[in-house]
């Protein structure tokens, strides 16, 4: 099928990405011609495990191109899929402006019928307001469908999330975009739920929040386990294997951050309140998520006492693993409440150190240092920030030795509490 994506964010560029990967013949839109002209140059501007060979094989094969002309993409594709971001507002509500405006330049370059797909996450109701607006700006009246198909691939997973995908929802206003949708999706044997647009758009927030949500219980487990002397992973284990709750999103750290859970939260209980209802579950979910991250750095400052020119090192920088986002990143939140206790620090990230530079500006406070084994020299504490699978492999040997004194505290729990006793540290994690 020919279809056309315009944004080529996170899920954008995968899901153009993916969808050529099955055969589909795919336009890529983006309005930034620099990120464009990156793109058709073959450069890749995020980092996404497979993406980069991924987009070559496909460019190659003569299934994606990139463009920065919208009406390109309309004109030469039968579907056309918005995935441009919503970013918050200061009141936790979402900017549609950018669906908004996408949705009238789609409407402007329109001739004939076309289905146009909404992928981003948008609040409950917006698939209306795309279809008057298209309504509105065609001026060559032509035929479309509006279709909510929300998009549920995790950063750092996001080419294997949207290859072999748990379910695909289509939410539709009439059966007439329906047969097209599953054609588009048929080549990834998934479950296929057709739904009305309102109910999709839910689907996806509904969702997030219910992630955001066992992540927030497992975080305040953490706190009576460590109250009471038992083992938060042993818990979550032991609750896990339980298949009405299930294993995933039970790990305790230093809490959820990243440009989804955050805001779509803030989103959900917006849009709870516009439509009547307070939803305080969700907003508990939020205050338990803010107080693991004090929780934690009350840990380092219980040990390490003043904070004022103490040298820590950070292990990880990234919202989570297998990525280069620092959009609301825990790890990034960590370092600067870490620097305005007046601490000076040695971080490293194995992806995400260029973009962290953007916002913890490189200075006598604050050294990046390439070589994840380097990080400790000279510190007194070492702290890991970000659940990345390579930090277990840290030398700990070497790390113990150029500490002042060797003390580690896990924020992701990535290492074995007794066996780090054994080996002389003072090892401090969460729920443990
Ligand atoms: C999330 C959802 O998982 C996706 O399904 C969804 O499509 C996406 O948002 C989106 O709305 O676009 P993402 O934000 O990429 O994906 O990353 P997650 O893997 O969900 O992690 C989010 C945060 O939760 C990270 O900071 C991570 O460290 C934290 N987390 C995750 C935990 O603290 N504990 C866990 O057990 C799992």
């Known amino acids: 099928m020919k279809l056309t994506i315009i944004g080529t964010g996170y899920v954008g560029l995968v899901t153009g990405a993916c969808f050529a990967e099955v055969g589909h013949h795919v336009t890529c839109v983006d309005n930034n011609a620099e990120k464009v002209k990156l793109l058709q140059s073959g450069g890749i501007p995020i980092y996404e495990p497979g993406l980069d060979e991924l987009v070559a094989r496909n460019v190659a094969a003569g299934r994606l191109r990139f463009t920065h002309s919208?009406?390109?993409?309309?004109?030469?594709?039968?579907?056309?899929?918005?995935?441009?971001?919503?970013?918050?507002?200061?009141?936790?509500?979402?900017?549609?402006?950018?669906?908004?405006?996408?949705?009238?330049?789609?409407?402007?370059?329109?001739?004939?019928?076309?289905i146009v797909v909404d992928k981003s996450t948008v609040p409950v109701k917006t698939g209306d307001k795309v279809a008057e607006t298209i309504k509105r700006y065609c001026k060559a009246h032509a035929d479309f469908d509006v279709v909510s198909n929300p998009e549920f691939l995790r950063e750092g997973f996001a080419v294997e999330d949207l290859m072999k995908p748990d379910r695909i929802v289509i939410g539709v206003r009439t059966q007439r975009p329906v047969a097209a949708m599953r054609e588009v999706y048929a080549p990834f044997n998934a479950p296929i739920i057709v739904t009305d647009i309102n109910s999709a758009e839910l689907i996806k927030h509904a969702a997030n929040s219910f992630l955001a949500l066992k992540i927030s219980y497992i975080n305040a487990i953490s706190v009576i386990c460590e109250a009471s002397g038992a083992n938060v992973i042993e818990v979550a284990n032991g609750i896990g294997l339980?298949?009405?709750?299930?294993?995933?999103?039970?790990?305790?750290?230093?809490?959820?951050?990243?440009?989804?859970?955050?805001k779509d939260l803030s989103a959900f209980i917006k849009i709870s309140e516009q439509l009547g209802y307070d939803f305080a579950l969700l907003k508990e979910v939020q205050r338990i998520n803010a107080a693991q991250m004090d929780r934690f750095l009350k840990k380092i400052t219980d040990t390490l006492w003043v904070l004022k020119d103490k040298k820590i090192g950070v292990l990880g920088l990234a919202f989570k693993q297998n990525t280069d986002d620092v959009r609301l990143s825990p790890a990034i939140e960590l370092c600067q409440r870490l620097l305005k206790d007046g601490a000076s620090l040695r971080v490293h990230d194995p992806k995400a150190m260029d973009k962290a530079k953007d916002i913890?500006?490189?200075?006598?406070?604050?050294?990046?240092?390439?070589?994840?084994?380097?990080?400790?020299?000279?510190?007194?504490?070492?702290?890991?920030?970000?659940?990345?699978?390579?930090?277990?492999?840290l030398d700990l040997d070497r790390a113990r030795k150029s500490l002042t004194h060797p003390i580690l505290f896990d924020g992701r729990n990535l290492f074995d509490p007794q066996e780090m006793e054994q080996l002389g540290w003072i090892y401090k994690s969460v729920g443990r």
């Open 70 to 114: 919208t009406k390109d993409g309309v004109d030469n594709s039968d579907i056309v899929f918005i995935a441009v971001p919503t970013p918050p507002q200061p009141d936790g509500s979402v900017d549609l402006s950018f669906i908004e405006s996408v949705a009238r330049e789609i409407a402007a370059a329109m001739t004939s019928y076309k």
């Open 242 to 262: 339980d298949a009405r709750i299930g294993r995933r999103f039970l790990d305790a750290g230093l809490g959820f951050g990243g440009s989804c859970f955050p």
């Open 360 to 393: 913890l500006k490189p200075g006598p406070a604050i050294t990046y240092v390439e070589d994840m084994n380097a990080v400790a020299d000279g510190c007194d504490a070492l702290v890991v920030a970000t659940e990345w699978p390579v930090f277990k492999k």
